[in-house]
């Protein structure tokens, strides 16, 4: 089945610097990958999504890219702001069925 | 529309209790989600449901039910609860494959 390895665990960045989080996945079919966003005592919600058939994605200050060669999806957040401070999800389908297999997680902290 | 609703929001049970935890969906999605999340940690799959009639289990099916009572509602039971299922339980649904799962709120439940 699918495994998700999510990096880093915390990332700490100045108010206007970028972030960026790693993901890689070992299922070569899986071909959907969102990225979830949850503030402390909320549900998680999706910020960005990218499909296998591109390459990145762009909403914004946020962006996801795709490597399929790879196995591997990055989280990039421009002019990082207090309010982006969260942990981040990334996640992947499992391939044929309807799961989606989690990373661990990053807690993002932006300092102004 | 509402989204996905959970009841109840928090509950305390003691060891051995039984509870059964709600969670409803307007959106006409297909599948829905069970999920636990432990303080500081991923999202875990706990049991599914591709769509209404079929259930399955996920990562973490161990001491939990599921019934898909139709296609609005899919409920979690505990048949007798320990303080390993200490936890923060979220339903999520979604319109099926490679589409994206919208979370509850969330219940918060504590085991004495």
């Known amino acids: 089945g699918e495994n998700v390895e999510q990096h880093p665990s915390t990332l700490s960045v100045q108010e206007g610097d970028s972030a960026v989080i790693k993901c890689t996945y070992s299922d070569s079919a899986s071909n959907y990958f969102p990225w979830y966003k949850q503030e402390l005592g909320k549900r998680p919600q999706l910020i960005i999504d990218?499909?296998?058939?591109?390459g990145e994605k762009k909403d914004q200050r946020i962006a996801v890219t795709l490597n399929k060669t790879a196995k591997h999806f990055s989280l990039h957040i421009t002019e990082t702001q207090p309010e982006d401070s969260a942990v981040y999800f990334c996640?992947?389908?499992?391939?044929?069925?309807?799961?989606?297999?989690f990373g661990t997680g990053t807690r993002l902290k932006v300092l102004a | 529309n509402a989204g996905v609703t959970q009841t109840p929001k928090f509950q305390v049970l003691k060891t051995g209790q039984s509870m059964t935890l709600q969670c409803a969906q307007d959106?006409?999605?297909?599948?829905m989600y069970w999920y636990r999340q432990d303080p500081g940690m991923g999202l875990r799959l706990i049991y599914y449901?591709?769509?209404?009639?079929?259930?399955d289990k996920g990562e973490v099916p161990n001491g939990y039910n599921v019934s898909r009572l139709n296609k609005r509602e899919f409920s979690l039971r505990l048949e007798s609860a320990a303080p390993s299922q200490t936890s923060v339980y979220f339903c999520?649904?979604?319109?099926?494959?490679?589409?994206?799962?919208?979370f509850g709120p969330g219940t918060r439940l504590l085991v004495l």
């Open positions: 449901s591709a769509s209404e009639g079929t259930t």
């Open positions: 999520a649904s979604s319109g099926g494959f490679q589409e994206t799962q919208y």
């Open positions: 959106m006409n999605h297909n599948s």
């Open positions: 990218i499909r296998s058939n591109v």
């Open positions: 996640a992947a389908e499992d391939s044929g069925t309807y799961k989606y297999i």
